[in-house]
């Protein structure tokens, strides 16, 4: 079976400061990866998804980039953190090629700036 | 733009009520639509995906429809329980086969005991 996993579980950082948040997936081969943020009271938004190695699609301009240097491994980064930034992060996977694309999320980080 | 909505955003009911929860969106050009159960601060669990060929799906006391004539899909739980209360978040592609997805905001469902 298929599991994903996240860390850290928690973080606080301080403003300016870099980030760097890791996903990777057990039990599939090239799947699609996301990178998803949920602000407080606001929804989900994605953020970068990814279709293959080195693939990464931007959806929302930002001061985070994301990277993806092995098949099932998802980094999230940033090089100066910002108040703005805080939320909970989670990363979701699905099938690659499927239409019906189910996408399946981690526990996620829950990153607060001061 | 693929937007969607759902109704009400909290709702509370006593233990053994049953209750529908919906989902709306604007462009039903779309191939499925995904369900999700959030706990307080936890990540999302896959509940039923719908395709665009079916009209519901079941599992367990959980029942999902989807009419995209409508652009509505709702989900049905029947003989509510405590454990239940949760975040409902209802997801589907911004367009067609898209490998994205558009939440809702969520409907906040606490089960009273």
């Known amino acids: 079976s298929q599991t994903i996993h996240q860390w850290p579980a928690t973080l606080v950082q301080p403003v300016g400061s870099p980030l760097s948040l890791e996903c990777t997936v057990e039990?599939?081969?090239?799947?699609?990866l996301y990178w998803y943020r949920q602000a407080a009271g606001r929804g989900l938004q994605l953020l970068f998804y990814s279709v293959g190695i080195g693939q990464i699609s931007s959806e929302v301009p930002q001061n985070l980039s994301a990277s993806r240097p092995q098949d099932r491994q998802f980094i999230l980064s940033s090089k100066k953190l910002l108040l703005s930034d805080s939320g909970f992060y989670l990363c979701a996977w699905s099938m690659a090629g499927g239409i019906y694309n189910e996408q399946f999320f981690g526990p996620g980080t829950r990153l607060t700036v001061l | 733009k693929q937007e969607v909505t759902q109704i009400p955003a909290a709702l509370s009911v006593p233990e053994g009520e049953n209750l529908v929860l919906n989902c709306s969106f604007t462009d039903s050009a779309i191939y499925n639509l995904q369900w999700f159960r959030q706990d307080p601060g936890k990540g999302l669990t896959s509940l039923l995906l719908i395709q665009s060929s079916q009209r519901e799906q079941t599992s367990g006391r959980l029942n999902a429809s989807l009419d995209k004539s409508s652009g509505r899909s709702t989900l049905y739980i029947a003989a509510s329980q405590p454990g239940d209360s949760a975040t409902y978040l209802c997801?589907?592609?911004?367009?067609?086969?898209?490998?994205?997805?558009?939440f809702g905001k969520g409907t906040k469902l606490t089960v009273n005991p």
């Open positions: 039990g599939t081969s090239n799947p699609n």
């Open positions: 997801a589907l592609p911004p367009q067609g086969g898209s490998e994205k997805l558009v």
